[in-house]
């Protein structure tokens, strides 16, 4: 008897032994795994910010079909983290164009003219490869601060503007000026009106372009010295003040012929040119009275910069002087308000631009009766 109950009390110890080594086995399971996930967790974090900066490199079935190379790109674009993908819809910006110098550093100074040599359109049209249909022509290096118009009138005066064109192309290219070149051409035998022809350049210049600076120039005559920068200024400008026909010095103090500059505002103020000064002379003084008697005064360059030579020739037919042009003159105060841009009729026949420029060929109508002397 004792020994059956010493063999179930060995039993039962046993049992609660066995059972004490699972429980045992069973905790030390569960905290093993436990430290293991928790021991792969921080490697795998650890692997991850290392290789966060590294390439990834993915590769494709290239024989797939329709697949492209631009396909798989995008494919791998989108597998890419944020940082790492190329900007949607990315266009380089363009460098910003720099303001043009007051003093462009290409200029050269005192000129050698000469009008002996043969000179044709296409020698020209050569030399200037950078001008533009039309005669138009934009620095491409900086941002000029006006836009020039220029504005010659003219008649049968071919061979003058062939020497006209060689010279004054390169001169306004290197004074870095924004600029288009019109030729106002009169039809017919009438007398000529050369105010008139200015401003019917200033209307048309405006139909091609918002031009805000007006340069009217003699076909004839040819700057010496390309500091004679061909701009607008605060006041209107006189550019041909020291002529070799007039021995380089200005002819009297109110003179403003040959070569001259207005602002949009200043030749809207003075109500542009007289259109009734027919034949030669008159006009320029008259333009020179409507400018002081519009509270403006006339600049002009240095005396050494501003000379120009002239191409000689006869005297134009049908532009003999006039023999009105006194009286006019002394009444501009009166007529400037009534004759002028806001009194402009003409009408333009054809518009055709050459390599070199633009030529307007207009009809200008006839001048008046003259009065018959008693």
């Known amino acids: 008897m004792t020994r059956l109950m010493l063999g179930r009390t060995l039993e039962r110890i046993c049992k609660a032994v066995l059972l004490l080594c699972m429980v ?29 900066s590294r390439a990834h490199h993915y590769y494709y079935n290239l024989s797939r079909p329709n697949g492209t190379f631009a396909s798989y790109l995008a494919a791998a674009a989108d597998q890419l983290p944020p940082s790492a ?40 049209q050569r030399e200037n490869p950078s001008v533009t249909e039309g005669g138009r022509y934009t620095p491409p290096d900086c941002r000029a601060k006006q836009k020039v118009a220029i504005i010659i009138p003219f ?35 009438e007398t000529f009106n050369r105010a008139k022809l200015l401003n019917i350049g200033y209307t048309e210049a405006l ?18 010295d390309d500091r004679n920068l061909y701009h607008c200024y605060d006041q209107p400008r006189h550019f041909a003040i020291a002529m070799d026909k007039f021995g380089f010095r200005l002819p009297y103090a109110g003179y403003f012929g040959g070569v001259s500059g207005l602002s949009k505002k200043q030749f809207l103020k003075i109500n542009g040119f007289p259109n009734e000064y027919w034949g030669w002379g008159g006009e320029d003084d008259d333009i020179y009275n409507r400018i002081t ?35 006019k003159i002394q009444n501009t105060k009166n007529t400037m308000k009534k004759d002028g841009i806001s009194s402009l009729t003409y009408r333009v026949v054809q518009v055709k631009k050459h390599p070199l420029y633009t030529n307007i060929s ?13």
């Open 24 to 52: 045992h086995f069973l905790i030390m399971m569960i905290l093993y795994f436990d430290v293991y996930s928790q021991r792969f967790d921080i490697f795998s974090r650890f692997n991850n910010g290392r290789n966060a």
């Open 85 to 124: 993908r190329p900007e949607a819809n990315h266009t380089p910006t363009a460098k910003p164009v720099p303001p043009c110098p007051e003093v462009p550093p290409g200029l050269v100074g005192r000129l050698h003219i000469e009008f002996s040599s043969l000179m044709t359109l296409e020698r020209v």
């Open 155 to 189: 008649r049968h005066r071919d061979n003058h503007l062939k020497y006209w064109l060689h010279y004054l192309h390169p001169i306004l290219r290197r004074q870095k000026i924004d600029y288009g070149i019109y030729i106002i051409n009169q039809l017919g035998e």
């Open 207 to 224: 139909k091609e372009a918002d031009y805000d600076c007006f340069i009217f120039s003699d076909v004839d005559l040819i700057p010496m």
């Open 293 to 327: 008697l519009n509270g403006m005064k006339v600049s002009r360059p240095d005396v050494l910069i501003g000379r120009y030579r002239m191409i000689k020739h006869e005297r134009d037919k049908h532009n003999e002087p006039n023999p009105q042009r006194f009286n």
């Open 362 to 374: 207009v009809e200008i109508g006839k001048p008046p009766p003259r009065p018959i002397r008693g």
